[in-house]
């Protein structure tokens, strides 16, 4: 994972783990949510696990670009959450939906990418390299990739729904065309860790 942050396509600098545990925790306080992350830093930045479903963000050390969500009002508050990071001009977003709130897994598979379509307008097949995990290691897990042209720029598209039983994950990715390689390889290891992170719950 570290190499492909270091990567010349989507290159970010590393973070002392101090400063990026600080950064976590003001993260998590301006989404009032000091009840449902939990604080914590790798070599390249912050960090938060959402303490009910397991999943764990690793954000990148541009802490203006990091944020964590909280979805869904009271009184199930912490039950939809997301987390967002930039890394080298590619967007990386990932949801954590308790099942019973989102209609469970196949109906996510069946909404996401559809919702992802209405809001790109036309979309093309994305014909680059994919990297995907052993299925071996994963669990039920969906992928679409697309191409799309946005005001006269051309992005790589992806969005990834993962079960995990009581939770879905939901990942969407979007980078310049020329880093499309490297954000599906970084998206796919992100997943694996998420998977991991939640089975330790």
Not at 103 to 126: C, D, F, H, I, T
Not at 131 to 139: E, S, T
Not at 143 to 170: C, H, K, N, P, S
């Amino acid at each position: 994972m570290f190499l492909v942050f270091a990567s010349p396509a989507l290159a970010q600098s590393k973070m002392d783990k101090a400063a990026a545990r600080a950064a976590s925790a003001t993260l998590i306080a301006k989404a009032d949510a000091g009840e449902i992350f939990m604080p914590g830093a790798w070599e390249w930045g912050p960090t938060a696990r959402h303490e009910r479903s397991g999943m764990l963000c690793l954000f990148a050390s541009n802490a203006s670009a990091n944020s964590v969500t909280i979805n869904d009002p009271e009184p199930t508050r912490g039950d939809d959450v997301s987390c967002r990071t930039v890394v080298g001009g590619a967007i990386f977003s990932h949801f954590a939906s308790r099942a019973s709130l989102v209609g469970g897994y196949p109906n996510v598979v069946a909404m996401a990418p559809q919702a992802l379509k209405a809001r790109l307008g036309e979309v093309k097949s994305y014909s680059g390299k994919t990297f995907d995990l052993p299925g071996k290691d994963m669990p039920p897990l969906h992928i679409e990739r697309f191409m799309t042209d946005q005001r006269g720029a051309l992005l790589y598209e992806r969005v990834a729904v993962m079960d995990m039983g009581d939770w879905v994950i939901t990942q969407r990715v979007t980078a310049p065309i020329a880093s499309g390689p490297a954000a599906d390889r970084l998206a796919g290891i992100n997943l694996g860790a998420i998977a991991a992170s939640m089975r330790s719950q």
